[in-house]
C-alpha cells in the first residue's frame, strides 16, 4: 500500500498492491484510514482507494464503492446540510454526464481520474 497526496485538489491516493488485495480494510490500516478520513473532510479533502482496476472512496462513516476506474471518470465530494448535520458524499461521473450541470455550490470538481 502507498499513500500520496495531491494538494492541488486536497486527495490522498491510496494504491493497494494486487498481491495484497483488501489488506487495506485490515487493522490497523483501515482505523488509520478513517482517521485520515475525518481530517481530510476537515480540510475539504478525501481519500480515494485504487485497488487493481476499482475505486472506493473513503468516509469517516462510510465507504462507497466508485466502480472501475478510467480516464473520463469525475470525482466530486459534496456536503449537504439537513437539519444542520454535515453529510458528504462522493460519486464518480463521465465528464459528458447531464447531472454535472445540475449541481451546484458545496461541490468539489476534479478533472478527469488518471492512476495516481
Known amino acids: 500500500m502507498v499513500l500520496n497526496y495531491d494538494p492541488a485538489i486536497g486527495r490522498v491516493n491510496v494504491s493497494v498492491d494486487p498481491a495484497f488485495a483488501g489488506q487495506w480494510r485490515r487493522a490497523p490500516y483501515y482505523s488509520r484510514l ?4 475525518e481530517h481530510m473532510l476537515r480540510q475539504r479533502g478525501y481519500i480515494l482507494v485504487w485497488e487493481a482496476n476499482e475505486l472506493t472512496a473513503i468516509l469517516p462513516d462510510r465507504d462507497i464503492h466508485l466502480g472501475s476506474a478510467c480516464d473520463k471518470v469525475v470525482v466530486l465530494l459534496g456536503r449537504r446540510s439537513p437539519l444542520g448535520a454535515l453529510e458528504y458524499d ?10 454535472l450541470k445540475d449541481l451546484g455550490l458545496g461541490l ?5 481520474l488518471g492512476e495516481p
Open 34 to 37: 478513517k482517521e485520515l478520513s
Open 90 to 99: 462522493v460519486v464518480a461521473l463521465a465528464p459528458d454526464d447531464s447531472r
Open 108 to 112: 468539489k470538481h476534479e478533472e478527469p
